[in-house]
């Protein structure tokens, strides 16, 4: 079955520190994966698509078959980024996340 | 309207009562999905639309969860005899198709059923 599998449930870091968002998927073809972002207070809202190979925000997140990892990483966290992530894999008709990382990023 | 619209915001209901939930998609976006977002759980997923159809219902926690999508539009969520395990934030979003395009959520509707 297809499956997203976010590890930590918290992360906290300092302001500057570097930051690593766990993410492992199970797929069988070609998985199609996302990071969604919800702000405090705020609508989910897409952060990045692996297809993009884009960096927002400072943050990238590659895809690694191999590992069937798409980890998403900060270099220098900043307290803006405080808030909950959520890794997601589309699979032929639905979307479906994990269960959700909370970052906080202390001053 | 420019994002996705979901009402009501809150609803607070008795055991054993029905509710509807209703969420107004981006115009023009065909792809429509129902999440459940519960302390813990992350983002349950419960159905998706694309058009009026929906290819999998796998997902509706029980036979009391029932959902609808007319004229491509408006979709509503129907919780009969709901039970205290219903309580939530139940959110849609919508897509202009399915596959590597940006789903857009709606702001949610939490449900307390006491």
């Known amino acids: 079955a297809q499956r997203v599998t976010q590890p930590e449930k918290l992360l906290s870091v300092f302001k500057g520190a570097p930051v690593e968002l766990k993410c492992n998927y199970s797929y069988s073809g070609s998985p199609e994966l996302f990071w969604y972002v919800q702000y405090s207070r705020q609508r989910l809202q897409l952060l990045l698509r692996h297809i993009s190979r884009e960096s927002i925000k400072g943050f990238t997140a590659d895809l690694n078959k191999g590992e069937t990892s798409f980890h998403l990483k900060k270099p220098f966290a900043q307290e803006e980024d405080s808030a909950m992530y959520y890794c997601a894999l589309y699979n032929t008709d639905k979307l479906i996340f994990g269960t959700g990382t909370r970052l906080q990023v202390f001053p | 309207g420019a994002g996705v619209s979901q009402s009501p915001s809150n609803k607070v209901t008795e055991k054993g009562k029905d509710v509807e939930l209703r969420c107004d998609p981006i115009?023009?976006?065909?792809?429509l999905y129902w999440y459940r977002q519960s302390l813990g759980q992350g983002l349950e997923f419960l159905i998706y639309?694309?058009?009026?159809?929906?290819?999998?219902k796998s997902g509706l926690p029980s036979d009391r969860f029932s959902a609808e999508r007319t004229g491509g539009s408006v979709s509503t969520l129907t919780i009969q005899r709901t039970q205290q395990e219903d309580s939530a934030v139940y959110l849609c979003?919508?897509?202009?198709?399915?596959?590597?395009?940006?789903?857009?959520f709606g702001q949610g509707t939490r449900l307390t059923v006491v």
């Open positions: 115009s023009g976006h065909t792809a």
């Open positions: 979003a919508s897509s202009f198709r399915a596959s590597y395009t940006e789903a857009f």
């Open positions: 639309f694309q058009g009026n159809s929906a290819p999998d």
